[in-house]
């Protein structure tokens, strides 16, 4: 009696509502990858939100400091309003801030230089403490011309970015805040939306760059420190 056994290939039959395990590796990976992004997309708000805050704030208080002191002159009928500030200092401030802030911690990652100096919420807030002070310096310190103060606080601001930053990037990013900021501000006066007391660089006072350059570099700083918790994009040379 002879007996033939016949080989072949083994198939494997799929229902229609079975998965082969190449589909299911690639819908998991899919899900992984959106819930990923939404993670992002919802942290990227949420930092958003608290620059604009913060920038918003900051900009109120340290404004009526400028006014207070009669460094900064805004028509009458804008002074009745609320906190003896334009309205639309606060949300232009607010945006700026959350521009800045999230422009930071994107351009380190954009460049593959991390930023880890001082990276301490402790760190930060001296870091706004300086700033604020320097502001008050502008508006308090009497000095026999402008240019001495200016030079004084381009030291101050310096000084701070050494102390909170010395990374290239913020040192790059606060020079080009304050330079835009200031081309800003020279057309916002020339237009007669507000004036500066005893303008000596055009229509400005000479310091103001430094306010924009350390104001820069500390709200720089909060970007950094909000972005904290997120992992670095791979730099590839």
């Known amino acids: ?58 900009a109120l208080v340290l404004n009526l ?45 954009h460049l593959g230089e991390p930023h880890k100096f001082k990276r301490e919420w402790a760190s930060v807030m001296r870091c706004i403490a300086v700033f604020v002070g320097i502001n008050h310096a502008s508006a308090k310190l009497d000095f026999a011309n402008n240019i001495q103060l200016s030079l004084t606080l381009a030291a101050l601001s310096l000084g701070l970015w050494w102390t909170f930053d010395r990374s290239r990037s913020g040192l790059g990013l606060g020079i080009t805040i304050a330079f835009v900021a200031t081309l800003i501000t020279q057309f916002l006066v020339y237009n007669g939306v507000y004036q500066y007391t005893s303008p000596d660089f055009l229509y400005i006072r000479s310091w103001l760059p430094c306010i924009f350059f350390s104001g820069g570099v500390t709200v720089g700083n909060i970007g950094r420190q909000l972005a904290m918790g997120i992992p670095e994009k791979p730099h590839n040379d």
């Open 65 to 109: 400091l400028q006014i207070q002191r009669n460094v900064t002159l805004f028509p009458d009928e804008v002074i009745s309003t609320l906190f003896s500030s334009a309205w639309w200092v606060p949300p232009c401030c607010g945006t700026a801030a959350a521009v800045v802030g999230l422009l930071y911690p994107c351009i380190d990652s």
């Open 1 to 58: 009696m002879l007996s033939s056994s016949v080989s072949g290939p083994s198939l494997t039959l799929v229902g229609p509502g079975a998965r082969s395990p190449s589909t299911a590796s690639t819908s998991a990976t899919s899900t992984t990858a959106g819930s990923s992004t939404l993670n992002l997309s919802q942290h990227l708000v949420q930092r958003s939100v608290v620059l604009f805050v913060v920038g918003a704030f900051m």
